[in-house]
């Protein structure tokens, strides 16, 4: 069973809307949570981390965790052309030991 | 702060010879250092976790004597594929953390071809 789950998408939106990815974990030891963005050939960069139920915000990134769901999100708005990458969510038991990746959703913003 | 370099940034080599990958820690030491592969649409896959000064710990199913990896200094890590095989061609990405408490800063990746 793989710990982190992703749809690999592609996941398609226009310019402007509101991206929505979406992420499921099956460890509920599980502490915290990561978005990664990372472009073809590119190692990830870290966009957002969330540790608390509920949402948190940072400019246009928005990420949402519900513990009892073992749901992560991570919603984009006024989507841009420039954010087309794949996105990663990871988590992790706490310490940043060891992270573990889902296979990532490939955004694609149309213009 | 916190950046992470590799080299190289891409190697072609034969099958059957090794390939020295290094992974430092420009503006920081680093406690402890991580080893990811990742094959084409896939994820990353953590290999190894390596504390300065003592031996790797190896994620189940990698094979320690093929991938040899020593962190014998807080700003330096390498990752050694032994007798590379087409199948060992992937992206080799390393990350770095300073303590306990601080995320982990990727490196750049390097992307190893075993013709």
């Known amino acids: 069973q793989k710990e982190v789950e992703q749809n690999s998408g592609p996941l398609s939106v226009p310019e402007g809307a509101i991206a929505s990815l979406n992420c499921t974990y099956s460890d509920r030891g599980s502490q915290s949570f990561f978005w990664y963005r990372q472009y073809s050939g590119k190692s990830p960069e870290l966009i957002m981390f969330?540790?608390?139920?509920g949402d948190k915000e940072d400019g246009r990134f928005t990420a949402q965790l519900n513990k009892a769901s073992q749901y992560v999100s991570l919603l984009i708005r006024d989507s841009q052309p420039s954010d087309s990458a794949t996105y990663l969510c990871?988590?992790?038991?706490?310490?940043?030991?060891?992270?573990?990746f889902g296979i990532g959703t490939k955004l694609q913003v149309i213009p | 702060g916190a950046v992470v370099s590799q080299h190289p940034s891409w190697v072609i080599c034969k099958s059957g010879t090794s390939v020295k990958i290094e992974c430092r820690s420009l503006?920081?030491?680093?406690?402890?250092m991580f080893w990811y592969r990742q094959f084409p649409k896939q994820s990353l896959m953590l290999m190894a976790t390596s504390n300065e000064g003592s031996k790797a710990t190896y994620e189940q199913g990698v094979e320690k004597d093929k991938f040899l990896i020593n962190h014998a200094s807080l700003t330096l890590s390498t990752l050694t594929v032994t007798s590379a095989h087409p199948e060992d061609s992937s992206f080799y990405i390393c990350s770095a953390r300073e303590t306990s408490g601080s995320f982990p800063s990727f490196g750049p990746g390097t992307r190893l071809t075993v013709l």
């Open positions: 503006d920081f030491q680093a406690t402890t």
């Open positions: 969330i540790y608390s139920n």
């Open positions: 990871a988590s992790n038991s706490g310490g940043y030991q060891k992270v573990t």
